[in-house]
Nanobody, 120 residues
Framework: QVQLVESGGGLVQAGGSLRLSCAASGRTFRSSAMGWFRQALGKERECVAAIRWWGGRTRYADSVKGRFTISRAIAKNTVYMQMKDLKPEDTAVYYC?????????????WGQGTQVTVSS
């Protein structure tokens, strides 16, 4: 079993920045890729960023390219997402996930989520 614990969400004004963290733990934690999904009220969950655990290759949704940066600290089993120039449409619950592969949008483990609210 893998446990994922997100932190770093909050309320920020448009144009501001936040940094999300996701600490992974578990006896059998071995991941080829991790990602951040978000789900806004009344909308489907979408993948905003993913990172290959070994090698660090990244990919992003078009809506966040140039504003969000995903990274990982291997020794800490932690994934981060730096978010800048936040917009009201970024308001959502953000979930950290363990992807089945770097190119996949499917996942087997996810955290409890952290709320990000961007005011205009």
């Amino acid at each position: 079993q893998v446990q994922l614990v997100e932190s770093g969400g909050g309320l920020v004004q448009a144009g501001g920045s936040l940094r999300l963290s996701c600490a992974a733990s578990g006896r059998t934690f071995r991941s080829s890729a991790m990602g951040w999904f978000r789900q806004a009220l009344g909308k489907e969950r979408e993948c905003v960023a993913a990172i290959r655990w070994w090698g660090g290759r990244t990919r992003y949704a078009d809506s966040v390219k140039g504003r969000f940066t995903i990274s990982r600290a291997i020794a800490k089993n932690t994934v981060y997402m730096q978010m800048k120039d936040l917009k009201p449409e970024d308001t959502a619950v953000y979930y950290c996930v363990v992807l089945r592969s770097y190119v996949s949008y499917e996942y087997d483990y996810w955290g409890q989520g952290t709320q990000v609210t961007v005011s205009s």
